[in-house]
């Protein structure tokens, strides 16, 4: 069973960029599918971005050309790169590992980021 733990997290003016990072421990961290979630007050998690075990991704359209997700598999590590960040994009921001062809899914506790000014 994996376990994930988010981190990069904070206050950041419009325009400004951050970077979340999310390690996995306790399994082989290649066999898995990683995701990045977010959740606004009031609204549905939405999924952002993911990257699979080949290193493939595919982007929300609202993320789309602003996010990066990339995985350095000898880290145990999968980043989410965010720039030109809007007041919309505060939400706590959550990663996810699933196994593929399972049912199996882990999440994190969450990195809280605000935009504001």
């Known amino acids: 069973q994996v376990q994930l733990v988010e981190s990069g997290g904070g206050l950041v003016q419009p325009g400004g960029s951050l970077r979340l990072s999310c390690t996995a421990s306790?399994?082989?961290?290649?066999?898995?599918?990683m995701g990045w979630y977010r959740q606004a007050p009031g609204k549905q998690r939405e999924l952002l971005a993911a990257?699979?075990?080949?290193?493939?991704?595919n982007y929300a359209d609202s993320v789309k050309g602003r996010f990066t997700i990339s995985r350095d598999n000898a880290k145990n590590t999968v980043y989410l790169q965010m720039n030109s960040l809007i007041p919309e994009d505060t939400a706590v921001y959550y990663c996810?590992?699933?196994?593929?062809?399972?049912?199996?899914?882990?999440w994190g506790q969450g990195t809280q980021v605000t935009v504001s000014s």
């Open positions: 996810q590992a699933s196994l593929p062809y399972t049912n199996y899914e882990q």
């Open positions: 306790g399994d082989i961290f290649t066999l898995y599918v």
């Open positions: 990257i699979t075990t080949g290193s493939r991704t």
